[in-house]
């Protein structure tokens, strides 16, 4: 029995030792693991860092405004010579001159760098440093203003050039590195994820409008002003984003540029200065988004809704109508805006192009000759109030008269089909989509209205419980909207 027992023992010892051994392998091991991985941050900061600049800025003077300086009523009694001895001092002071810092990547070895357009914006000198403490003069080679990215030239060789990797193939939930100059801490490196891809509508605007060409690569890495202009870099040590906008200071949501899109306009702003952008002339939103029109919609799950087309644009000179849902542009399927801003860019001004649009149940195809986007593109217009004639009334909100020529010329409407909303009842449907008085009914659930017996006969139809879709004129904006009870 005594041999047993001490048999067991030495058992005991020697698992118990294995299992200890073990155990400091395995922590051994990850330990090991974790060297590595430091060290392979340690090496992307390193290695990109060497490709980030500091750009500081003095913006073009801006004027003091001296009907904001002091006088008489703001100060009491001052002698009117001392007063007027005040103001030639003002006119004679040299006007202040902003000064701004952003953040850069060298893309070519040749001296192009690649930044925001709003770290440029309004530049009278630009000043280039890089991390070794070199400072060139830089001068502005291109800006393109809907995405924001802009290139910048100094007189230099050999630089060390950033690699632009493919952002299509970025994917949720990678890591990344930021590097920049957040609150002139030059070089700082910030470490996170990718939370998002093709984050859009995040400045809110009309499609026709002056806003961005939204795409961005949202992430948690700490971006901060200053960033602004910066590489997001992957594990491989590639550019993946320029880093430019960010919800809120602290807030750990920012906004990059992917790099195919900064890629390939900085690749037009090298070679001739600026970028040449195609442009349709509608607003537009996914379908999944306009989930009133869905359950209205039958037999599309994936597309772009029209919400408006602008005006003389190269969509208003097509058979597009708002409602249409857009589901590809020549053979390519698109579920979301940025897939189609994304095709279009790509495609050359002035070649027509055929897209796949679902109206009322089928898919017909409808060719757009593509224009250059041009230098003010269109918004919508506020009208004047509406004559004083009796209209007629409905439940959606509104009342509605026959749209004559003399008031299509009062209201500056190109066009007499369909009928005038006179007014617009107070927290009716009509109102909670901001229809307004001017604004021209033409069709009703996509079924055309040129007068009053055909509007009151599709109102019949409709119901406003499931939802009815309105399509209007607004500033000769054709757009639609669905009217629905709360």
């Known amino acids: 029995m005594k041999i047993l027992r001490l048999g067991l023992y030495l058992c005991l010892v020697v698992v118990g030792s294995k299992w200890s051994s073990a155990r400091g392998?395995?922590?051994?091991?990850?330990?090991?693991?974790?060297?590595?991985?430091?060290?392979?941050?340690?090496?992307?900061?390193?290695?990109?860092?060497?490709?980030?600049?500091?750009?500081n800025v003095v913006q073009k003077p801006v004027s003091m405004d001296i009907d904001n300086n002091p006088d008489e009523d703001q100060f009491g009694s001052i002698p009117p010579g001392a007063l007027k001895e005040y103001h030639e001092q003002l006119r004679r002071r040299p006007m202040e001159k902003p000064v701004g810092q952003g953040s850069g990547i060298i893309i070519r070895e040749d001296g192009y760098i690649l930044t925001n357009g709003h770290v440029v914006e309004d530049a009278e000198t630009i000043s280039v440093r890089l991390q070794d403490g070199t400072t060139y003069q830089g001068t502005l080679r291109g800006v393109d203003a809907q995405s924001d990215v802009a290139v910048i030239k100094i007189d230099a060789k050999g630089l060390p050039a950033a690699s632009l990797g493919?952002?299509?193939?970025?994917?949720?939930?990678?890591?990344?590195?930021?590097?920049?100059?957040?609150?002139?801490?030059?070089?700082?490196v910030t470490f996170g994820h990718v939370s998002a891809k093709s984050r859009g509508n995040i400045i809110e605007g009309f499609e026709g409008g002056n806003i961005m060409d939204q795409d961005f690569i949202q992430t948690d890495a700490l971006i901060n002003p200053g960033n602004s202009g910066g590489p997001l870099v992957n594990v491989e040590g590639q550019v993946i984003g320029i880093n430019t906008?960010?919800?809120?200071?602290?807030?750990?949501?920012?906004?990059?540029?992917?790099?195919?899109?900064?890629?390939?306009?900085?690749?037009?702003?090298?070679?001739?200065?600026?970028?040449?952008?195609?442009?349709?002339?509608?607003?537009?939103?996914?379908?999944?988004?306009?989930?009133?029109?869905?359950?209205?919609?039958?037999?599309?799950?994936?597309?772009?809704?029209?919400?408006?087309?602008?005006?003389?644009?190269?969509?208003?000179?097509?058979?597009?109508?708002?409602?249409d849902i857009i589901t590809g542009i020549d053979g390519e399927a698109v579920a979301t805006p940025q897939q189609l801003r994304g095709l279009i860019r790509g495609k050359k001004i002035g070649v027509p192009v055929t897209m796949q649009v679902f109206r009322q149940g089928k898919t017909i195809p409808i060719q757009v000759s593509l224009a250059e986007w041009p230098e003010s593109a269109a918004e919508v217009t506020k009208v004047k109030n509406s004559p004083a004639e009796k209209p007629v009334a409905t439940e959606l909100g509104i009342t509605v008269k026959p749209l004559t020529p003399a008031l299509a010329a009062q209201f500056g409407i190109s066009s007499t089909d369909g009928v005038l909303i006179a007014s617009v009842d107070k927290n009716s449907p009509a109102a909670r989509v901001n229809l307004k008085p001017g604004d021209v009914v033409t069709a009703i659930d996509q079924q055309p209205v040129t007068n009053l017996k055909q509007f009151q006969a599709a109102v019949e139809k409709g119901d406003l419980k499931k939802g009815v879709i309105v399509t209007l004129i607004s500033g000769n904006v054709a757009r639609f909207e669905v009217l629905k009870t709360e």
């Open 25 to 55: 392998d395995t922590l051994q091991s990850d330990q090991d693991y974790l060297r590595r991985v430091n060290r392979a941050f340690v090496e992307i900061a390193r290695k990109v860092s060497a490709s980030v600049v500091v750009i």
């Open 166 to 188: 493919d952002s299509a193939r970025t994917e949720v939930g990678e890591f990344v590195v930021a590097i920049g100059a957040p609150f002139r801490l030059d070089f700082s």
């Open 245 to 323: 906008l960010i919800q809120g200071l602290h807030t750990g949501i920012g906004f990059a540029i992917p790099s195919n899109l900064a890629g390939e306009i900085s690749a037009q702003l090298i070679e001739k200065g600026r970028f040449s952008r195609p442009y349709l002339g509608i607003a537009m939103r996914s379908i999944r988004d306009e989930s009133e029109l869905r359950d209205l919609v039958q037999g599309v799950k994936d597309g772009v809704v029209v919400k408006a087309i602008v005006p003389d644009g190269p969509a208003a000179k097509s058979s597009l109508k708002p409602t």
